[in-house]
């Protein structure tokens, strides 16, 4: 909370604007609200994106067709307010509808190295300790992104040659196997590193949603977050990318698999003041205003542009709001061949650009003749078959020392390889 809020809060002196009854505690898009006001509105926002008949209780014929839904949770503050309203909303429809349920909910946490929250099964814990749980269906699945091993048959070796074009060699790790970990920490680069974490990431969700037969992924992204995604993959050279992490709707044709953003039209303030009205600052700590700020050299490209939409986030609201519009009238890539290494279609071959921009020699006098030095990336060969890369993991690849990678053979991950790994909270 900043100093400004801790001020508006302390002369609020009024009662809430729409009870009319309750003394005010906070005040959000200049409006006071008493706590209870404040999480209906929160949960009504929610509720908004989930009135389709798919998340009502069935009777009759159609009460066998239960939907089964997959919630996201990465133990931070966003996907904890989506999983503490999805709760509710639950428990509104058993007493309303004497225990019976519109919809079944699993919810899934992928445990990766970076975490700093609490581990799952420790947040899982303490969650059911402050909302109650056991008379509804939900149930918790845990994925541990370091238990995942890739064989060295499914692995393959990566390079970017001088012309920017991705050229695929035999495997050279020297193990029998690369855990998800260890191919994340081949990249310098901290802004690298997170690119390829988010892309796995997302990938793994969707594959654990079909694994266990979910029909929909529900993600805890808020409004600021949908914004810092809009500049963020704009800055990484994935601006195509954009209508897909931003679009309610399928994932893809063959999947069936439908994503809804409950949280879009929330700001990260309000997502903070949820937490607070709830009592739910034990389960994740939200920053104090004396924290000191990252240093911007050793900040990811998500980090900085995190740090702004923190400081404006709360007094404009409106730019956040507008960063977001402009990223929905944006729309995805249809047609093209999948990028060998994060799985996004590419429409244009960038190398083409990249060669007409990108000078790699020196200059030639007509009489006197240079030898250019060597390059440490290899020379491109006529008669090697390049694979498809898009722009970004160009970029990413060539501000690498090595300008080569060990990846998977396969962008996505098996739904039937997945359930090897995926363990129930109480195992």
């Known amino acids: ?20 009854n309750e003394e005010a505690v906070l005040i959000s898009r200049k409006e006071p609200f008493c706590g209870a006001c404040f999480v209906h509105f929160i949960r009504g926002k929610q509720r908004k994106s989930m009135m389709s ?3 009502k209780v069935k009777y009759g014929a159609k009460e066998k067709e239960i939907t089964k839904v997959l919630l996201s949770l990465s133990c931070g503050s966003s996907s904890l307010v989506l999983l503490d309203s999805v709760v509710s909303m639950l428990k509104e429809q058993a007493i309303q509808h004497r225990s019976r349920q519109g919809f079944e909910l699993v919810v899934a946490i992928i445990d990766t190295p970076s975490q700093q929250t609490l581990k799952p099964k420790e947040f899982i814990q303490k969650f059911k300790e402050s909302v109650e749980t056991s008379n509804l269906s939900v149930k918790f699945k845990i994925f541990e992104m370091n ?7 499914e692995i393959q070796t990566l390079k970017i040659d001088t012309a920017f074009q991705l050229d695929v060699l035999p495997s050279e790790i020297e193990g029998d ?11 310098s ?26 029909g929909f992924v529900l993600l805890g992204h808020s409004m600021t977050r949908l914004a810092v995604e809009v500049l963020s993959l704009t800055v990484r050279g994935r601006g195509s990318e954009i209508g897909d992490a931003l679009h309610d709707g399928e994932v893809s044709s063959e999947s069936g698999l439908r994503v809804i953003y409950p949280l879009r039209d929330v700001l990260l303030s309000e997502i903070e003041q949820y937490i607070r009205v709830q009592n739910l600052t034990h389960l994740v700590p939200l920053e104090s205003p004396e924290y000191p700020k990252r ?4 900040s990811s490209i998500d980090e900085m542009i995190w740090d702004y939409f923190k400081d404006v986030g709360t007094n404009y609201a409106e ?9 929905d009238k944006l729309t995805s890539v249809e047609v093209g061949n999948p990028c060998k290494i994060c799985g996004e279609l590419v429409a244009d071959d960038p190398s083409h650009w990249l060669r007409k921009i990108t000078v790699n020699e020196p200059f030639c006098d007509e009489t006197v003749s240079v030898q250019s030095p060597d390059s440490s990336r290899s020379k491109p060969s006529s008669d090697e078959v390049h694979q498809t890369i898009c722009y970004a993991c160009i970029v990413n690849m060539v501000i690498e020392p090595a300008d080569q990678a060990q990846w998977p053979r396969k962008t996505s991950f098996e739904s039937d390889v997945l359930e090897e790994y995926i363990i129930d909270d109480d195992d």
């Open 319 to 327: 730019v956040v709001s507008t960063v977001v519009k402009i990223g």
């Open 189 to 214: 680069s901290k802004s690298t590193k997170q690119d390829f974490a988010s892309a796995i990431t997302r990938k793994l969700c969707f594959g654990m949603a079909k694994s266990l037969d979910c």
């Open 53 to 55: 008949d798919d998340f």
């Open 147 to 153: 238990s995942m091993n890739i064989s060295k048959d």
């Open 295 to 298: 240093l911007l050299r050793n």
């Open 177 to 187: 196997s690369m855990t998800l970990t260890e191919l994340l920490d081949q990249f």
């Open 1 to 20: 909370m900043t100093n400004k809020q801790a001020r508006n809060m302390s002369e609020i002196g009024q009662t809430c604007r729409r009870c009319k």
